[in-house]
């Protein structure tokens, strides 16, 4: 883990909030909506019948990587899904005990899920994969566990590509969101290395690159942009069993 979460659990949920003038809430919500339209078929693609009776399974279970104080977890379990949640910060794990107390909750590396292939319906993954120490080995990770036919869906926070946003997202990054976490968090650094983070880590074209060189077969993989491209939210489909 890059940054010790444990120092800023306590506050993260609130400055998250200010942060991003609460459009986080809105962000997962659409991830959830992607998970839900994800429905899969264990044996691959449906016959004329099958399409006519509807005869797809349901989204039920669900791992969120790096599920931190489980807000996602939160918008999944409210859908009815099963949610998994792993993250190397037990504060952060604390917090989301307690606001799913139905789910399943583990401290757990994202580059070593303690689980056997095709575990999940599902896997989710909110701004959590840029503090992968081995992006390739965490996505590897998330598709192993994935059932085939199943969906991954991964929210990151990107630099905007549009040259009129880029100096005012910049400003805000750079300078005011450090401030944010001095004055809320009492902590600058972690609030420091957040934009430090979003700069270099592999957005768009060459995120979906990386995830096409998987040894798994995937299809139909997407992103699509939120909010001026400030947040992206990634559609991965694992190839179904033939």
Wanted: overall charge positive; glycine content about 6%.
């Amino acid at each position: 883990m890059p940054y010790d979460f444990d120092k800023i659990a306590r506050t993260y949920d609130r400055l998250n909030r200010v942060m991003t003038l609460g459009l986080d809430r809105r962000w997962r919500k659409r991830a959830v909506k992607e998970v839900e339209s994800g429905k899969w078929h264990p044996e691959g693609e449906l016959n004329t019948m099958e399409k006519k009776n509807n005869a797809v399974k349901k989204v039920e279970s669900v791992l969120d990587v790096a599920c931190g104080t489980g807000d996602m977890a939160v918008s999944l379990a409210e859908r009815g899904c099963t949610v998994t949640g792993i993250d190397l910060s037990e504060e952060m794990l604390a917090i989301a005990k307690r606001k799913v107390e139905s789910g399943k909750w583990k401290v757990a590396d994202a580059e070593n899920l303690p689980f056997p292939d095709d575990s999940f319906d599902a896997v989710t993954c909110a701004f959590g994969v840029r503090n992968f120490v081995h992006l390739e080995q965490g996505l590897s990770e998330m598709l192993r566990v994935l059932k085939p036919g199943g969906r991954m869906v991964i929210l990151e926070l990107a630099t905007p590509d549009s040259p009129l946003i880029r100096p005012f997202y910049n400003l805000y990054t750079e300078h005011i969101i450090p401030w944010l976490g001095s004055r809320i968090a009492g902590n600058r650094e972690a609030y420091t290395y957040l934009p430090e983070s979003i700069a270099r880590f592999p957005k768009g074209e060459s995120f979906l690159e990386i995830i096409q060189n998987s040894k798994f077969r995937i299809h139909n993989s997407c992103q699509r942009k939120l909010t001026f491209g400030v947040c992206r939210m990634y559609v991965i489909n694992k190839e179904a069993a033939r």
